[in-house]
């Protein structure tokens, strides 16, 4: 394989250890990435599950992993004001020495934004159009001495973000989303990578096709780094897989779903790669044959199992 491959990294009723031991065990491994959701309670299962904050458990990982890339898988546009948001991400490049990419997304979790006092605006554009101009001023921030903004829904004012991060020009900004008319525009128009999931290889090979269309040109479309997250239910034998795969399900999903994470989740499960290590590795190549350049497996067993180590024999 000629992709990158990263691990998504356990959060919901795991303590920290666990956190830490799983992306220590990814870095042995070889992995490229590991990477962190930006969620203050579990959208898997049990919404009250023990849930550890993104940006401030990137920032221990950072000093306790050596080589491996970390990244926010995504980080919700409308949690931070984009100037602390900035000052964050710049602090955990220097902390990790320049080994941070940033995904940033619209947010979805509608109970979660309510719950914690977060407007969840509708409809979905009013989302999106501040995704872009948080961008625009994590840029703007992190490539100028001072930098000012008056845009629709975002002002600075002569601000500075020092110290600067580590990597030149700044660190990579992921767009996270799917959304044709808007999203994947603003991906075209500013991202250095783009990342969805629920999707089966016709799907990204859809959704590309509409990305290249967005894109200036060819070169552009290069330019930009095409990623997918994507469930991994690994064994010695695909049975076993299976089972491991049912397991979750059973325990996670109800009958009926209901909510919007239920059918999220749902759709994570559906397009969940199940199997030996070669067989993921199969299946991971139909992904590459259409256009994907860099994989975020979520393992739901890899804080039990040696299920980062068996991917590892065939991904890295």
């Not at 949690?79 to 964050?88: G, I, N, T």
Request: glycine residues 8%; proline residues 5%; hydrophobic residues 40%.
């Amino acid at each position: 394989m000629n992709a990158d491959v990263g691990i998504i990294l356990p959060q919901y009723g795991d303590d920290y250890d666990m956190v830490r031991d799983v992306a220590l065990d990814a870095e042995a491994c070889g992995f490229d990435a590991v990477w962190l959701e930006d969620h203050f309670q579990s959208w898997v299962g049990d919404a009250e599950r023990d849930t550890y904050e993104c940006w401030t458990t990137l920032s221990a990982l950072a000093e306790a992993t050596d080589d491996i890339r970390l990244g926010t898988l995504v980080t919700c546009q409308a949690y931070r004001h984009p100037s602390l948001l900035a000052k964050m991400a710049a602090t955990v490049d220097r902390v990790s020495d320049g080994r941070l990419d940033l995904g940033v997304g619209a947010g979805w979790y509608r109970d979660e934004f309510e719950r914690f006092g977060y407007e969840f605006r509708e409809p979905p554009a009013a989302r999106i159009e501040r995704l872009r101009e948080t961008v625009e001023i994590l840029q703007g921030l992190w490539t100028n001495e001072t930098y000012t903004h008056h845009g629709d829904h975002f002002d600075v004012d002569d601000a500075f973000c020092r110290p600067k991060p580590v990597q030149d020009p700044h660190p990579p900004i992921w767009v996270g989303g799917g959304g044709e008319q808007f999203t994947l525009r603003y991906t075209a128009e500013l991202a250095d990578g783009w990342n969805y999931g629920t999707l089966d290889p016709d799907g990204f090979a859809e959704k590309l096709a509409v990305l290249r269309n967005h894109c200036a040109d060819e070169a552009r479309y290069d330019d930009i780094t095409k990623s997918a997250e994507l469930f991994a239910f690994v064994a010695d034998s695909r049975g076993e897989a299976v089972e491991k795969r049912d397991r979750f399900a059973e325990r996670h999903l109800p009958d009926e779903p209901s909510e919007p994470r239920e059918f999220f989740l749902s759709g994570y499960v559906e397009t969940a790669l199940v199997g030996t290590p070669d067989e993921i590795r199969a299946e991971l190549e139909r992904y590459e044959a259409v256009g994907m350049e860099a994989f975020m497996l979520s393992v739901p067993d890899a804080p039990r199992d040696d299920s980062v180590a068996l991917l590892a024999d065939e991904l890295v």
